[in-house]
């Protein structure tokens, strides 16, 4: 997409602080990072929400994820692994993205989501047939 930034990092049209790059994924640093390293992944191909990839288009982003994950371990003490689809869940950028967040003993971060709402069985189930319908 000609006007997603992401796409234009990823095209090399504006400069970035490469990680990595195959044919079909690109990692850069976050210009605005939670931690230091915390580096983000992209697809070469555009997509807004990670639901509108294919099983191997998913692979090829596993691969490089995989492969920055190895470094990013290294130099941290733990990494958060962050994918979020839609402004409603936290999506800034609508081109999927992963970010690679390493963890470092005090940083300030919180590492669980606080979990603030009482789900009942009864909600569960529901939400459990519903989606079981949809992958069949």
């Known amino acids: 997409m000609k006007e997603c930034i992401f796409c234009k990092i990823a095209s090399g049209d504006i400069p970035s602080k490469k990680v990595y790059e195959?044919?079909?994924?690109?990692?850069?640093?976050?210009?605005e990072p939670l931690n230091i390293g915390h580096t983000l992944i992209v697809p070469k191909k555009h997509f807004e929400t990670i639901d509108?990839?294919?099983?191997?288009?998913?692979?090829?982003?596993?691969?490089?994820?995989?492969?920055?994950?190895?470094?990013?371990?290294?130099?941290?003490?733990g990494m958060n692994i962050l994918q979020n689809n839609n402004k409603i869940a936290g999506q800034v950028v609508p081109h999927v993205h992963f970010h690679l967040v390493p963890r470092y003993s005090g940083d300030g971060h919180v590492p669980e989501w606080g979990r603030k709402h009482n789900i009942t069985e009864d909600q569960s189930n529901e939400f459990l047939r519903k989606i079981k319908s949809f992958l069949k």
Not at 67 to 74: A, D, I, L, N
Request: proline share 0%.
């Open 52 to 77: 509108e990839m294919s099983s191997k288009e998913l692979a090829n982003m596993s691969k490089a994820i995989e492969k920055v994950s190895k470094g990013v371990m290294k130099l941290s003490e």
């Open 22 to 31: 195959d044919v079909h994924a690109f990692a850069f640093l976050d210009a």
